[in-house]
């Protein structure tokens, strides 16, 4: 069974930094993709970032330029450095993975369980 622990959340003011790191754990075969993904209060879950395991990135365009994911392959980590912050940041950050795990190679697909990120003044 696979598992996404996340780190790195808190509180910070307009224009803070915060990095958020994901570890996965388990009998991992092969990691495709890794993202980060953020709902804020009243809305729905939205892709952040996604990382693929050639190092392909893809953006949303309200933190282009501001964030940063990158992922260490030989630890099965993400990362995302958040630069910028900005109020409408403000949302839990979910982790995910897929990938392939356990002796027989079985397809999954994974959710961390969410760190929260507050910007305010």
């Known amino acids: 069974q696979v598992q996404l ?35 804020a209060p009243g809305k729905e879950r939205e892709l ?3 990382i693929t395991s050639g190092g392909s990135r ?8 501001r ?19 900005k109020p409408e940041d403000t949302a839990v950050y979910y982790c995910n993975a897929a990938g392939y795990a356990g002796t027989l190679w079985r397809y999954f697909e994974v959710w961390g369980q969410g760190t929260l990120v507050a910007i305010s003044s």
């Not at 915060?18 to 993904?37: D, E, H, Q, V």
């Not at 893809?58 to 330029?65: F, K, L, M, W």
């Open 5 to 39: 622990v996340e780190s790195g959340g808190g509180s910070v003011q307009p224009g803070g930094s915060l990095r958020l790191s994901c570890a996965a754990s388990g009998t991992i075969f092969s990691i495709n993709a890794m993202g980060w993904y953020r709902q």
């Open 48 to 50: 952040v970032a996604t």
């Open 58 to 65: 893809n953006y949303a365009d309200s933190v282009q330029g």
């Open 67 to 85: 964030f940063t994911i990158s992922r260490d392959n030989a630890m099965s980590t993400v990362y995302l450095q958040m630069d910028n912050l």
